[in-house]
C-alpha cells in the first residue's frame, strides 16, 4: 500500500521560501508520476505542479511558475517542491499525490491521482 507523508509547511513573510518534501512507502517510487496540489481555506483544491515518472517532464500551473520548482530523488523515495517569492495567496495546505499513470494531456487532473498525503500548512505573510 502506497503511503505519502509530507512534511517542510510552516509561516513564511512574503518574498520567502519554503521546500516542501513528500516521502512515498510503499510502491515502487520511480515508476509514479507525482504531483502537489493546494487549497486554500473555501476554495476548491488547485493543480500546482507535476512530474512525469515516464518522460521526466514537469507541469506548473500558471501561478506558480518561475516560482516554484518540482523535483524528486529517487533514491529517496521523496518528491519536492521549492517554492521561492512566496506570495500571500499561495497560502494553502498543499497535497501530495501519487498516480502510475503517464498521461500529460490530463496530468493536472486531481482525478488521475490514486494516492494523496494528508497535507501540510503553508502561510505566507504580508
Request: contains cysteine; neutral net charge; aromatic residues 12%.
Amino acid at each position: 500500500q502506497v503511503q505519502l507523508v509530507e512534511s517542510g509547511g510552516g509561516l513564511v513573510q512574503a518574498g520567502g521560501s519554503l521546500r516542501l518534501s513528500c516521502l512515498q512507502s510503499g510502491g515502487a517510487f520511480s515508476y509514479y508520476s507525482m504531483a502537489w496540489f493546494r487549497q486554500a481555506p473555501g476554495e476548491d483544491r488547485e493543480f500546482v505542479a507535476a512530474l512525469n515518472w515516464q518522460d521526466a517532464s514537469t507541469h506548473y500551473a500558471d501561478s506558480v511558475k518561475g516560482r516554484f520548482t518540482i523535483s524528486r530523488d529517487n533514491a529517496k523515495n521523496t518528491v519536492y517542491l521549492q517554492m521561492n517569492g512566496l506570495k500571500p495567496e499561495d497560502t494553502a495546505d498543499y497535497y501530495c499525490a501519487a498516480t502510475a499513470w503517464s498521461n500529460n494531456n490530463n496530468i493536472r487532473d486531481a482525478r488521475m491521482y490514486t494516492y494523496w498525503g494528508q497535507g501540510t500548512q503553508v502561510t505566507v505573510s504580508s
